[in-house]
Antibody, heavy 117, light 112 residues
């Protein structure tokens, strides 16, 4: 059974940092492009970042460039998102997504990040 | 990075068909056959319904179909059922100076 389990979310003050993790199982993680997608409560899905299967290429949405860093450890089947300089508008549920050949068919349940003082 | 444009809501009675549009630009929807559609029930993980414009993943009902013309993609749900009530999002790759991925704003489907 394919599983993507996000963790690391929580309540953090503005300006703070968090590292989100996504543990993958049930599929060949190292062959998949991985994404982070977020959803502000009550709003739509927004793409955040993407990393190639081997971790050598990363892409970011303009709104997070310079503050977010995506990475992966294929030996541990784990995807990460380091989030720095958090802002209120970063409050959202963060989903990790598996993508093979432009087919994003694996999604986690999400982890909630709340930025508030 | 502006979102793809979808209608905010669509409603129909059970058994009817609906079509949801997704309008992009010549840099995303019009440029690539990498348009996908997702069904999202609140509180659950989004589910891939259509990929590469008109391909259905295994297990997705053939009542769901996708198409594209120019810069606009469409999702059609035929024989609407109560369980189809959900939010639907389109997405596309967008190639500009760097490769990015963009979603539509979402369409709330209501089964009357």
């Amino acid at each position: 059974e394919v599983q993507l389990v996000e963790s690391g979310g929580g309540l953090v003050q503005p300006g703070g940092s968090l590292r989100l993790s996504c543990a993958a199982s049930g599929f060949s993680f190292s062959t998949y492009v991985m994404h982070w997608v977020r959803q502000v409560p009550g709003k739509g899905l927004v793409w955040v970042s993407r990393i190639s299967h081997d971790g050598t290429v990363t892409n970011y949405a303009d709104s997070v460039k310079g503050r977010f860093t995506i990475s992966r450890d294929n030996a541990k089947n784990t995807l990460y998102l380091q989030i720095n300089s958090l802002r209120a508008e970063d409050t959202a549920v963060y989903y990790c997504v598996g993508d093979q050949n432009f087919k994003c068919d694996y999604w986690g349940q999400g982890t909630l990040v709340t930025v508030s003082s | 990075q502006s979102a793809l444009t979808q209608p905010a809501s669509v409603s129909a009675s059970p058994g009817q068909s609906i079509t949801i549009s997704c309008t992009g630009t010549s840099s995303d929807v019009g440029a690539y056959n990498y348009v996908s559609w997702y069904q999202h029930h609140p509180g659950k993980a989004p589910k891939l319904m259509i990929y590469n414009v008109n391909y259905r993943p295994s297990g997705v009902s053939n009542r769901f179909s996708g198409s594209k013309s120019g810069n606009t993609a469409s999702l059609t749900i035929s024989g609407l059922q109560a369980e189809d009530e959900a939010d639907y999002y389109c997405s596309s790759y967008r190639g500009s100076s760097t490769l990015v991925y963009v979603f539509g704003g979402g369409t709330e489907v209501t089964v009357l």
